[in-house]
DNA sequence: GTTCGTGCATTAAACTACGACATAGCTGAC
DNA sequence: GTCAGCTATGTCGTAGTTTAATGCACGAAC
């Protein structure tokens, strides 16, 4: 356990940098573990006695909300060095939950944790507000996203981004990468039906833009992809502001 | 200016609370003023050279982003108390502005004081990181809404969650609250065409749901229109999360 | 006062992107 | 083998967009 949380990305994204060379001490203080899930499993993230925050570690899943009729709208991909937890119970109806679509590893600590963590590590405290800051960008984007784009232009801006993430964490091979999501996953993220997903699909590898088999994603040409996608992307920024 | 920030509703909503008996010391520390804007007047929050961060003391706007071909998605509408520009300048693609519908104040104080925020006061650092869950909340409701959502379970969404914000703010009398937008606002909010927009507001009226008009918005059935929204809303979470 | 112009709400008619449904193929588990 | 879960395609209906025309309030010019 200790030895695990000794390379935790927590350090890799910053978020918790430099908190103390002392691993025991680290774990003893945020009373942080290791959890392992497996592949399909998920964790219910309800209100606000959802006591516990996560940061992912390893293996990638989804984030999403579920409607009390069973739609269900991916709110965005779960990577490693993904921080989670702290938008839910903020207010009270849809189902929060994570899944992971490979077996994941997550680090938990205590919300109760979340005050001292302020007063003690402000370092610590701005780089988790500017990773919700990250968030808050992103989710605006996709806000525009499903608001003002079509099939074509959405899919293209899903796995762009996707692809993107992935770079900056150095899990990019050439013009590939991983994706261990169903097309329905795509679908809910998207808010596209199922079948448009797959046609939309097929039109973008007819054209040669990419192809998407076997949880691998391969962009064949991201340039006219971000064409596509009606928008100049630029890479995410990992600096803070100040 | 010092009078005004006196009854800084920054201190309202505790983002700030108790900073400093002093008001001159607290204008200084935090090199923050007063900044009067004109209805119809907007503020572009370019990339990371947006130097400062708002909070809107007084009046309306909204938050919006604008694709390169004119396409634009209002991303949130600004109430008093809101904390706007952290979310600016963390990628760099789509233009993020702020434009005000009826006169506003906002308060203004420089991006570079926020590191020594985080240092020398954490509460208050705490209270901001909170306000960003409550939006990472919303704009995870809202992407959920566009994406699984059809016109009227979207218009109804839109109304009561903005008719809720009023009530918390103390700006609801009886079933009316103010509502200073156009159609075609609503419209880029929803990610609907204006007169599709129009055509489903003509429905919730002539079933007697709502009224609309002069500024004016009013619910005669919120119970009614919750159950369009298909979500169980709750009031919005002031207290944080210890 | 009339006349024009401008901005917004409203309504109707033509067109289209997307969803619903149905069906079939493909793969791996047992 | 069968069964379950995922992907692939075709047809058709509809919820939505686009365009355009009308009305209506308000202000400026004269």
């Known amino acids: 356990m200790v030895t695990n949380c000794a390379n935790c990305p927590l350090r890799k994204i910053d978020v918790f940098k430099d908190l103390d060379r002392d691993e025991l001490a680290y774990m003893q203080r945020f009373k942080h573990g290791e959890l392992k899930i497996d592949s399909q499993s998920t964790v219910l993230m309800e209100g606000s006695n959802s006591p516990q925050l996560f940061t992912a570690l390893k293996g990638m899943g989804l984030r999403y909300k579920t409607l009390e009729d069973g739609r269900r709208q991916v709110v965005n ?46 370092e610590r405290a701005f780089d988790l507000t500017w990773a919700a800051a990250i968030e808050e960008h992103f989710l605006g984007e996709a806000l525009a996203t499903l608001g003002q784009m079509d099939a074509i232009e959405r899919m293209s801006w899903g796995l762009i981004r996707f692809f993107m993430r992935c770079e900056s964490l150095g899990l990019v091979d050439g013009d590939r990468c991983p994706f261990p999501y169903r097309q329905q996953d795509l679908a809910d993220t998207l808010g596209l039906s199922l079948v448009h997903t797959n046609k939309t699909l097929m039109k973008l590898r007819q054209r040669q833009l990419l192809s998407l088999e076997a949880g691998i994603l391969t962009l064949h040409d991201p340039e006219a992809l971000k064409e596509l996608a009606a928008l100049e992307i630029e890479p995410v920024v990992q600096r803070p502001l100040i």
Chains 1, 2 share one sequence.
Do not use: N
């Not at 839910?88 to 600590?109: D, I």
């Open 77 to 122: 991909f779960v990577l490693p060095g993904d921080f989670i937890g702290l938008q839910a119970g903020v207010m009270g109806e849809m189902k929060h939950s994570v899944e992971a679509t490979t077996p994941m590893v997550l680090c938990v600590f205590d919300r109760s944790e979340l005050w001292s963590l302020f007063k003690t590590q402000p």
